[in-house]
């Protein structure tokens, strides 16, 4: 069974500070991971995955996460940003073993971003 | 091509009535993934079907759950006699590998 943590429920920033927003996880299997972001009033977006290969994987709106295997995290960053990053952002895992597998999610952070 | 919809958008419905709710997948995409996000439970995983594959169940949280996959493409999740606390927005995802789409859900208010 998988499991994952995220370890603040909510961040607040302002805007071109950069943040992170941490997430552990938990497994007994080899497991592929996924940041989820959900805007206001808007469904879940697949923001980046990490599945084999480069440990840190980026997204097209400047996120980066780092598959840290040794400390069970997926963290996720970014440099500085904008208002329009405020959102709730979720960390899945699923095992990587038998196929399609369902997610586990984590509880949720949700970064504001003030002016 | 379009994604994952989702009917209806909102659903308020009386505690005690049934709930059909509705899920067209991305074409193509082989499994398809019920979840439901609340306030206390957060995204919890319900149901998956994946092509002629007996569906993996384990998520429904009663026997009023159910949910059938007509044809391996539109899915239909049905609560029978509904209660308050099945208040969620359901959410439907597809998946060709590992990455899931997810539709815009149902968002369910039992009164």
Same mark, same amino acid.
């Given at each position: ?115 | ?41 957060? &995204? ?5 079907? *994946?092509?002629? $594959? =007996? ?6 949280? @009663? ?13 239909? &999740? ?5 209660? *308050?606390?099945? $208040? =969620? ?6 998946? @060709? ?15």
């Amino acid at each position: 069974a998988q499991s994952v943590t995220q370890l603040d429920s909510q961040v607040p920033v302002f805007e071109e500070a950069p943040v992170e927003l941490r997430c552990n996880y938990s497994s007994s299997v080899s497991v592929y991971l996924f940041w989820y972001v959900q805007y206001p009033n808007q469904g879940l977006q697949l923001l980046l995955k990490y599945l084999s290969g480069s440990t840190l994987v980026e997204s097209i709106n400047g996120f980066e996460a780092e598959f840290n295997k040794s400390q069970t995290s997926f963290h996720l960053r970014k440099p500085s940003v904008h208002i329009s990053d405020t959102a709730e952002y979720f960390c899945a895992v699923t095992s990587s073993w038998g196929g399609y597998n369902k997610l586990i999610f984590g509880a949720g952070t949700r970064l504001a971003v003030h002016p | 091509g379009a994604g994952v919809s989702q009917s209806p958008s909102n659903k308020v419905t009386e505690k005690g009535k049934d709930v059909e709710l509705r899920c067209d997948p991305i074409s193509g995409h082989t499994a398809l993934y019920w979840y439901r996000q609340s306030l206390g439970q957060g &995204l919890e995983f319900l149901i998956y079907f *994946q092509g002629n $594959s =007996a569906p993996d169940k384990s998520g429904l949280p @009663s026997d009023r759950f159910s949910a059938e996959r007509t044809g391996g493409s539109v899915s239909t &999740l049905t609560i029978q006699r509904t209660q *308050q606390e099945d $208040s =969620a927005v359901y959410l439907c995802a597809s998946s @060709s590998n590992y990455e899931q789409y997810f539709g815009p859900g149902t968002r369910l208010t039992v009164t």
